[in-house]
């Protein structure tokens, strides 16, 4: 019975702490949307503004003891403000938090409350809730909010020892409490030197959920037992003194004994009993024990005597004021509770395990546009969450047990409906059966309209890229034309019977030029095929003052390129390469892989040419100015175009990353 009793305090307390937790967690996602603290991330190098962010910490600090130090954090981990001013851009405290895996979640926009650690700060065990600082959907900044391990275990588990007996402590056994050598804490805190709790459990038992223990101690035999959380793991333990987990049963048998001695005793006295006031006392404390069962702890007996009915009324008269103590702090723990649960800015609802709403707070009221919560309780999570959003959400607790920020639409009273994100916790007995849902609910409409926009613009910047690529296409297809044209004109004085050959050539390039595909982008091997049709023409012009070469290598033909890239350098190495090139002008063409890139080379006979129509960047020459836009729009900085001479011969290289045409849509 004893042990019972002691391993259902454990997770009782266990419970209460999680929910103080969440609480805590929710004030400082409200300090972090807090103006004084997003201007401070994003000008972190103003002084007055990071003054104003010191104070208002250290105005919270002081207020709410629980919190050891409030610290706002860049996204390299720099401290920006502090409640300990001096910590502010300090390298040491930027090395430790960078490292920090809760730092690093909140970075990812996780609003998250740390394993145990020993602070470098101050050298004392603590906890952290960081929770991630945003402007306009991204996060610019994370706020620690640091809460010392003894000033938890004050503030929020010393009151249980009122109401429960025993003591109530969060700790974790295996926290590592050694610093390193020469390490000297630089920012003190007025509280004695931690002491962990000496209570030995078997290595066996700390992969447990939940166990008990006995175990001798300088003041005698104790009995503690703990239940461990699994994200965070903590370890909740409440701990009694053996004797006094017994003394209820030794008082019952006190009690018992001397109510028997006192009974025998009146039914000797027979017939003088009426008379005897021993009867009276008795009476008494039937009358006590009577006002007690009625809740009415603040009545005593006048006690009198050393006899068996004295004893017996010292016992109910110390059972009256415990009682009376522990109703008290009940009702101060259940103010402070409520007072949390009223003000809170988030929705905090309470709900039976089919969805049936037990309690509800104003926020959470407010949210569903009703005035009182008397309005919605007894109503289904369900009936509130449309689309049957709400029986999914009840599906994923009753198989998970925990939901974070599950994104759920609402229907508000009015029929307006907004996107919130819930986070719920189905709590179990110590049997494992569903007993109540606990959560929270956050209106997420206007962080989820930013995210929308931000969409739509980078939708439409999209679009303004395909509108460039699109210009510099219609640009090129014209300037082929022109020298094609051209083409035509000399070979009517030259030769006109071949002008026939030419047209058919001109005719196969132009069905393959003008089938282009609306992504702008065609695969290798198709548009070496529109560059062979053009040295085709071009040989039917030159004859054998022009000798070409094309070879693509199959295992990059697929490889996705903007269409007629190439064009512009082909006929540079023609027209140039007739001018500055022995006869017959070469012109190879070769595609080849280079790891991870597509490696083309155009190469040929003769000498570079720098004049206005053969320049790049600034020197003139549409075709390969466009071939540099066109690169710069499609690839960014993934590209290399390269342009030299060597043995006699120019070389013009374009290396691209290799796209397979399944991958066509990224373009």
């Not at 008795?282 to 069962?293: I, R």
């Amino acid at each position: 019975m004893t042990r019972n009793e002691i391993e259902r305090t454990a997770a009782l307390i266990a419970g209460q702490s999680e929910t103080a937790l969440d609480i805590f967690k929710s004030d400082i996602r409200l300090l972090a949307r807090r103006t004084e603290i997003r201007q401070a991330a994003l000008f972190p190098d103003d002084p007055s503004i990071g003054d104003r962010a010191c104070r208002h910490f250290q105005d919270i600090v002081k207020e709410v003891k629980v919190y050891q130090s409030i610290n706002l954090h860049d996204r390299d981990a720099r401290c920006i403000a502090s409640s300990f001013p001096d910590r502010v851009g300090l390298e040491s405290m930027q090395h430790e938090v960078a490292g920090r895996p809760d730092f690093r979640d909140a970075v990812k926009g996780q609003a998250v409350v740390s394993q145990i650690f020993l602070s470098r700060g101050t050298g004392r065990p603590v906890i952290v809730i960081c929770v991630p600082v945003r402007d306009r959907g991204t996060v610019i900044a994370v706020v620690r909010a640091v809460v010392d391990l003894d000033y938890f275990n004050d503030y929020v588990l010393s009151p249980q020892q009122y109401i429960h007996g025993g003591k109530a402590y969060l700790f974790d056994p295996k926290l590592d409490r050694k610093v390193p050598e020469g390490w000297e804490a630089h920012n003190l805190i007025e509280a004695e030197a931690y002491r962990q709790p000496d209570i030995p459990i078997p290595p066996g038992l700390l992969s447990q959920p939940r166990g008990f223990v006995r175990y001798e101690a300088a003041a005698g035999a104790q009995l503690a037992a703990f239940r461990k959380t699994a994200q965070p793991e903590w370890f909740f333990v409440v701990e009694k003194s053996q004797k006094e987990a017994l003394k209820p049963i030794r008082d019952m048998g006190q009690v018992t004994a001397a109510t028997l001695v006192t009974m025998l005793g009146a039914v000797s006295a027979g017939v003088f009993a009426v008379a005897h006031p021993l009867l009276k006392r008795l009476g008494q404390c039937m009358d006590l024990a009577g006002e007690l069962e009625a809740g009415r702890l603040h009545h005593r007996m006048e006690i009198k005597g050393t006899d068996e009915v004295a004893h017996l009324g010292r016992g109910l008269n110390t059972m009256a004021q415990s009682l009376e103590e522990s109703h008290a702090a009940l009702e101060e723990a259940e103010r402070m509770y409520r007072g949390i649960f009223e003000n809170a800015v988030e929705g905090i609802f309470v709900a039976s395990p089919d969805g049936r709403l037990l309690n509800v707070n104003p926020a959470f009221t407010r949210l569903l546009g009703y005035d009182l919560p008397a309005q919605i309780l007894g109503t289904n999570i369900a009936d509130h969450y449309p689309e049957n959003t709400g029986v999914l959400l009840l599906e994923e607790l009753h198989a998970k047990g925990i939901t974070r920020d599950f994104e759920i639409v609402f229907t508000r009273r009015d029929g307006t409906r907004r996107i919130g994100a819930t986070y719920a916790r189905a709590d179990r007995d110590e049997n494992g059966k569903f007993v109540r849902i606990q959560g929270l609910l956050n209106d997420i409409t206007e962080q989820k309209e930013i995210e929308k926009e931000r969409r739509r613009a980078e939708e439409a910047h999209r679009r303004f890229v395909e509108a460039q690529l699109e210009t510099l296409r219609y640009q090129i297809n014209p300037h082929f034309l022109f020298n094609v044209l051209n083409s035509l004109d000399a070979l009517s004085k030259s030769d006109p019977g071949r002008i026939a050959e030419l047209i058919r050539q001109l005719s196969r390039y132009l069905r393959s030029t003008l089938s282009s595909r609306e992504s702008g982008m065609v695969s290798l091997a198709r548009e070496m095929s529109v560059i062979e049709s053009y040295l085709k023409l071009e040989k039917v012009r030159f004859e054998d003052d022009l000798a070409i070469s094309i070879n693509v290598s199959e295992e990059i033909g697929d490889t996705m390129i903007p269409e007629l890239l190439i064009q512009p350098i082909v006929e540079n190495a023609v027209k140039h390469g007739m001018k500055t090139s022995p006869a017959p002008l070469e012109v190879d063409v070769a595609c080849i892989a280079a790891g991870d890139f597509a490696r083309i080379e155009v190469s040929n006979t003769g000498q570079w040419v720098c004049g206005d129509a053969g320049g790049f960047r600034g020197t003139g020459g549409l075709g390969l100015e466009n071939i540099r836009k066109r690169l710069d729009l499609t690839y960014g900085d993934r590209y290399r175009l390269n342009i030299g001479e060597s043995g006699g011969r120019v070389i013009v290289a374009v290396e691209i990353p290799r796209e397979g045409e399944k991958n066509e849509e990224r373009f």
